[in-house]
């Protein structure tokens, strides 16, 4: 299983004006065996729009992830010279948002577009197990609608995760780009109340979402549906914002494998009777705690956060050729992120209306 990481993930926050926007990134440990990234509310996000306008977020932010365990889905899932499996993933995206001053029964409206780079190395760096890739990754597409009643603040949106990235190997999956598309519905609910405890603006969120897979066009293989609940607890105080922030994920549901992984076929990777299906691992779930940390220039927003994993889990799967159970793709890591953001176009102030001339009598 597989997932769409490697659409990097994240959320346009601040842009100065202390909203965000969530560009979640779907995760990253299914059909494959790389490993789910944060979600994508963990940076600030809340259910507010940006206003009108064209909006631009640089993001930039590496996972360091290595394997509980040195049991693993393929060769590179074993132990080389005692160090465990690693994973290091570099993305930078790049997130255009565009609110065109559009209603939607009460709601605010709001348009984004993302393109990820990334960068992978996997398995056993440095050793005969090591593999490193590169691309472009897939393209997110997405349409949000916020509504406010007072200090709670409600967001509906709907991304899909386009196939557009680079995608080479057998399976499709040995780059950046997938073969699948994601479909990304989302929730989100904010209570921000004003100049409150120790005179701060305060910012407490839940964002959900779901990450929705089609089937690998090339092997036919189904990924599971992976469920994101992010928190965020922020207060501002002039120009800083500061706080808390944390991820969970969980595999709703298991895998449907498909004849490309049967066994008797070369690529099989488990043990069976002739013409099994290989599963790989299921039961995945993953809490990352951490903070975060803003200053807004003015014209332009700067965001730092790091989240480290603190539980994680995988379960089921087929068994090797070796004879091992895929139950190891638990990881230990953390991740380190920085974004900026600022405006690309904004409507012109109108003008002041004229005063009526004075009459004298």
Not at 196 to 217: P, R, S
Not at 230 to 255: E, L, M, R, S
């Amino acid at each position: 299983m597989k997932s769409r990481f490697r659409n990097a993930w994240a959320l346009a926050l601040g842009l100065g004006i202390g909203a965000a926007v969530a560009f979640s990134q779907p995760g990253l440990a299914r059909e494959g065996g790389l490993e789910d990234l944060p979600g994508g509310g963990t940076n600030g996000s809340s259910a507010d729009n940006v206003p009108v306008g064209i909006f631009y977020v640089g993001q930039f932010f590496t996972n360091q992830f290595t394997h509980n365990v040195g049991q693993g889905t393929t060769a590179a899932g074993f132990a080389t010279a005692g160090k465990f499996p690693n994973e290091n993933d570099w993305v930078n995206a790049n997130v255009f948002l565009f609110n065109p001053g559009w209603t939607f029964f009460g709601a605010t409206t709001q348009f984004i577009f993302v393109q990820p780079f990334v960068q992978v190395n996997q398995g056993n760096n440095p050793g005969p197990f090591g593999s490193t890739f590169g691309g472009l990754n897939d393209q997110l597409f997405k349409a949000d609608a916020a509504w406010k009643f007072g200090d709670i603040h409600v967001k509906l949106a709907l991304g899909a995760w386009v196939p557009g990235g680079t995608v080479q190997g057998p399976n499709g999956l040995a780059n950046a780009g997938l073969p699948f598309f994601t479909i990304q519905p989302e929730f989100a609910l904010s209570w921000e109340p004003q100049n409150w405890l120790w005179g701060g603006n305060w910012n407490f969120t839940a964002y959900t979402y779901w990450e929705i897979d089609t089937k690998n066009e090339v092997t036919g293989y189904q990924n599971a549906p992976l469920f994101h609940a992010d928190f965020t607890a922020t207060g501002t105080w002039g120009k800083w914002t500061i706080g808390p922030v944390a991820d969970f994920f969980t595999q709703v549901g298991h895998d449907t494998s498909s004849p490309f992984y049967a066994v008797g076929n070369p690529n099989a990777f488990c043990a069976g009777p002739v013409g099994f299906e290989c599963l790989f691992p299921q039961d995945l779930w993953r809490w990352a705690v951490g903070g975060l940390i803003q200053y807004n220039f003015g014209p332009v927003t700067i965001q730092f956060w790091g989240t480290d994993i603190v539980a994680s889990h995988a379960a089921g799967g087929s068994i090797n050729a070796a004879g091992i159970a895929q139950n190891d793709v638990g990881v230990n890591g953390y991740t380190l992120w920085m974004q900026f953001s600022f405006a690309l176009w904004t409507p012109p102030e109108a003008p002041p209306a004229a005063k009526a001339p004075l009459i004298y009598k």
